[in-house]
């Protein structure tokens, strides 16, 4: 059973606009949330991550939104670059001590 | 700092045969975690250890594959019979007590015919 959903598995945006990534997860356990961006032919790295106990957390260009409520995370980045083109993951952390990973959503931003 | 060491990149294998893959994790570093990426299920988790000890293989899909960790600085991971369902990308990651957050290696893409 996907514990964390990531609906969208492509997503296309101009350049210079917010780009909107959405993650879904059902555990009401999890307490910290990630996430890791992926170019081709490399491994993921760590992006941006936030707390159960916070709604917002930003980093320059890169703000994530918890509603705990709604069990729904969202990455947005504003403005977009090409160099942003890439796999975002997010990822929720188990109480077992384990990372649970999306299955990923790929942004493209155009020129 | 070298990060965590994947080896080989690619991997092109005949249905039926032995794979292995290797990983090196960053030193120092007590938990280790191999991940498979695929379209579907996107990174799944496989197997982790921590100081050296299989803690959770529940993502092992099949009796074909198996995991060892011999040491704190190596890892494999081995499929025997490979299968053509078995292509994807696999992915070793490393972390320490505490952390929230994984170090990734580069993966290994691999390819069964």
């Known amino acids: 059973d996907q514990q964390v959903k990531q609906n969208s598995p492509s997503l296309s945006v101009q350049e210079g606009r917010i780009s909107i990534l959405n993650c879904d997860y059902t555990?009401?356990?999890?307490?910290?949330f990630l996430w890791y961006k992926k170019y081709p032919a490399e491994g993921p790295t760590f992006l941006i991550s936030?707390?159960?106990?916070?709604d917002k957390n930003e980093d320059g260009r890169f703000t994530v939104f918890l509603n705990k409520s709604a069990k729904h995370l969202s990455l947005h980045i504003v403005p977009s670059q090409p160099g942003d083109s890439a796999v975002y993951f997010c990822?929720?952390?188990?109480?077992?001590?384990?990372?649970?990973f999306g299955q990923g959503t790929e942004l493209s931003v155009k020129p | 700092d070298a990060g965590v060491i994947q080896s080989p990149r690619h991997e092109v294998t005949e249905m039926g045969q032995e794979v292995t893959l290797r990983c090196k994790p960053i030193s120092g570093h007590d938990y280790l975690f191999w991940y498979r990426q695929t379209m579907m299920r996107g990174l799944e988790l496989l197997i982790y250890?921590?100081?050296?000890?299989?803690?959770?293989d529940s993502g092992m899909p099949e009796d074909r594959f198996s995991a060892k960790m011999p040491n704190a600085s190596f890892s494999t991971l081995k499929i025997q019979p490979s299968e053509p369902r078995d292509s994807a990308v696999y992915f070793c990651?490393?972390?320490?007590?505490?952390?929230?957050?994984?170090?990734f290696g580069s993966g290994t893409r691999l390819t069964v015919v």
């Open positions: 555990n009401s356990m999890f307490d910290y």
């Open positions: 990651a490393s972390s320490f007590s505490g952390a929230r957050g994984y170090t």
């Open positions: 936030i707390s159960s106990i916070k």
């Open positions: 990822a929720a952390w188990n109480q077992g001590g384990k990372l649970i």
């Open positions: 250890f921590n100081n050296n000890v299989p803690i959770d």
